[in-house]
């Protein structure tokens, strides 16, 4: 079952590494009713998580930039559900097609079929999708910091900013 609220919070380990941002972002009133722009794209940025009860979570962020406003327009995470219940999850909610950002390990084989996440989303009618190649070792740390430096320009829905 796919849940919504816990972006930007690491659900598996607890650990919230944009509290301070978060608090400023509510003080500001960019955490709230964030609506799409319809004549503009938008896009899902993926953390694909691991296989089997010790995986952790995957975790799909929807945003569209309208002008220097970065909008976080949905949530949704997945424990243990096969990425045909999540491309499914997806088209409810309307995003058939959405471009679709993976991280490095969206090249990986399934165990099962042998194919990539990215050949299964293309497969399925998502086929703008993108893989960030491996940045190498403290790439999390960078991009937790890439994020910090946007963090101002982001307008974030209610449920994808909670830090349960």
Avoid at 151 to 157: I, M, S, V
Wanted: aromatic share 8%; with cysteine.
């Amino acid at each position: 079952m796919a849940t919504s609220g816990k972006a930007i919070t690491p659900s598996s380990r607890k650990v919230c590494y944009f509290t301070a941002e978060l608090t400023r972002a509510r003080g500001e009133g960019r955490i709230g009713e964030v609506v799409a722009e319809p004549t503009l794209p938008c896009r899902a940025f993926w953390d694909i998580g691991g296989a089997g009860s010790k995986g952790d979570t995957t975790a799909i962020w929807i945003t569209q930039n309208v002008s220097l406003e970065i909008r976080v327009l949905d949530y949704m995470e997945f424990v243990g559900q096969p990425l045909g219940f999540i491309v499914n999850e997806l088209r409810s909610r309307g995003y058939e097609g959405i471009a679709c950002t993976l991280p490095h390990d969206g090249v990986n084989a399934n165990a099962i079929t042998g194919k990539r996440y990215e050949e299964h989303l293309q497969d399925a009618g998502f086929t703008n999708t993108t893989v960030v190649k491996n940045q190498g070792a403290g790439a999390a740390a960078m991009r937790i910091e890439a994020v910090r430096r946007i963090f101002p320009q982001l307008c974030l829905t209610r449920r994808s900013a909670r830090q349960d």
